[in-house]
């Protein structure tokens, strides 16, 4: 067995399988055009082999996932979740 590690998706937690359709999601900074403006980017990537294990790399299991980090970044700036949504709705 060449690799004895395995991938979590980074938004569900689910575990890769072989067959599964993965893809990576780097966050970085980018050009700073104006002062006061985000300086960060979401990129979208095909799964790579060498790149998965690239710690600045983010795991996500589907676009369903995808789309869920895109919504966290868009609205936090990171793909961390908030545990906060889940809680909202009691009582
Ligand atoms: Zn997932």
């Known amino acids: 067995m060449a690799w004895d590690e395995s991938f979590i998706c ?3 937690g689910t575990v890769k399988l ?3 359709h993965w893809w990576m999601i780097a ?3 980018v050009f700073c055009f104006e ?8 990129t979208l990537l ?3 082999e060498e790149e998965s294990r690239n710690p600045d790399v983010y795991h996500v299991c589907g ?3 995808a789309t869920k980090a895109l919504e966290r970044f868009m609205s936090s700036g ?3 979740g908030s545990r906060a949504d889940i809680r909202t709705t009691a009582g």
Not at 35 to 42: I, K, L, M, N, V
């Open 27 to 29: 966050l970085g900074n």
């Open 35 to 42: 002062e006061g403006q985000p300086s960060r980017h979401f």
């Open 18 to 20: 072989e067959s599964n």
């Open 78 to 80: 990171t793909l961390e």
């Open 46 to 48: 095909p799964w790579n």
């Open 10 to 12: 980074n938004i569900c």
């Open 63 to 65: 676009e369903g996932c």
